[in-house]
């Protein structure tokens, strides 16, 4: 399979993986041949990449990040909790994230067991879905970057359940941000902005009064939009001001905004978006935390078509466990030309050989 950008995707290619809606429902099936239509649909639904089939590339195995029973019943116990979050009762929120707490617990550790279990990198690009409300999927896929940081830096088991408890928590503030303010798709002005950072607050607010749930979990969604040189929100927090978790939470936060797509910027790619948070290494976001996150999360997915400082293309077909920027690349093409058969090489014992850049719009050229 190969990792395409929806824009190079030719009429008549097969797709590779099938394209689900937020309830897991299939959209489009595995195997079918795109249409210009559902090309053009697919684009409405803004679903950047897509997997097509590829002769040379077809036994590359792409691993989701979690089952998809799992990712259901997590998807569904975060909507279901944060819609009853809307209620201005302070009462009935307590109450209603007390009930939510015992089946969030039990979903953190079916999702750390799924994560400690699979043999590559994590990747969210490995599954292609369809989303009604990206704060639902933003908060499960912060919970599995944050958990896969947690597994990484060896936290024993209670500070991981905590952790991932602050992790899927973390924005329920924002279902008491006006609905106007949530869901503009353009730029915020300062004032909707301003009302928008609230959230840190509010989400301390309906969680420090659950008595299921520990305090430290209410202090997650409080300090994870805090940076270490005081720059962030809402105290201007510094360095060890700042809870471990917190950091965890912040560089798992903006990997995924930074890499889903939004109405008003494309998503980047995975190994751009760790340049982003290499750019704020050490004054932003915590060193450790960011090279725990490097060795836990494949920056180049399986599938995706890369180039190498030689000048060779090819896919990348394998990870190397904690070397993410070192994958096994399945050679097609060299000098410009297609390669008549395709070979790998492993990076991790190629030192001299790196890759320099992404290519998502390399269109078969190759039948066989």
Not at 304 to 319: T, Y
């Amino acid at each position: 399979m190969r990792l395409l950008k929806l824009d190079s995707i030719s009429h008549g290619q097969k797709l590779g993986k099938s394209i689900r809606n937020s309830s897991g429902h299939i959209l489009i099936n595995e195997g079918v041949e795109l249409t210009s239509r559902m090309i053009q649909r697919l684009t409405e639904l803004n679903i950047p990449y897509v997997y097509v089939q590829d002769p040379r590339t077809e036994n590359i195995r792409i691993e989701s990040a979690i089952s998809e029973p799992l990712r259901q019943e997590a998807m569904e116990a975060i909507e279901t909790t944060f819609y009853e979050m809307q209620k201005r009762d302070a009462l009935k929120n307590t109450l209603s994230l007390q009930k939510a707490s015992r089946r969030f617990l039990g979903i953190i550790r079916n999702i750390m067991e799924e994560v400690k279990s699979r043999t590559e990198l994590i990747t969210l690009l490995a599954d292609v879905y369809t989303y009604d409300n990206y704060i639902f999927t933003h908060s499960l896929n912060v919970t599995l970057y944050t958990l896969a940081i947690g597994l990484e830096l060896k936290l024993p088991q209670k500070q991981l359940e905590t952790l991932g408890l602050g992790a899927i928590l973390h924005d329920v503030g924002k279902m008491q941000v006006p609905l106007e303010i949530l869901m503009k798709p353009g730029k915020l002005t300062e004032d909707e902005f301003g009302a928008m950072k609230k959230h840190s607050e509010w989400g301390f607010d309906l969680i420090r009064n659950v008595d299921t749930l520990p305090l430290l979990v209410a202090h997650c969604a409080f300090q994870h939009h805090e940076r270490l040189d005081g720059s962030g929100y809402p105290r201007g927090l510094i360095g060890d001001e700042i809870h471990d978790f917190g950091k965890i939470i912040a560089v798992a936060d903006v990997f995924d905004a930074v890499t889903s797509h939004r109405v008003y910027r494309t998503a980047m790619l995975p190994h751009e978006g760790l340049e982003i948070l290499y750019a704020g290494a050490g004054r932003q976001f915590d060193v450790k935390i960011i090279d725990a996150f490097r060795k836990s999360v494949a920056i180049y997915p399986n599938g995706l078509g890369v180039i190498l400082n030689d000048g060779r293309k090819g896919v990348v077909s394998s990870q190397n466990k904690g070397m993410s920027d070192r994958p096994v690349v399945r050679i097609l093409e060299e000098q410009g030309m297609p390669v008549s058969i395709p070979y790998e090489i492993d990076l991790s014992g190629k030192i001299d050989v790196v890759i320099t850049g992404c290519d998502t719009a390399i269109k078969e050229t190759i039948k066989m």
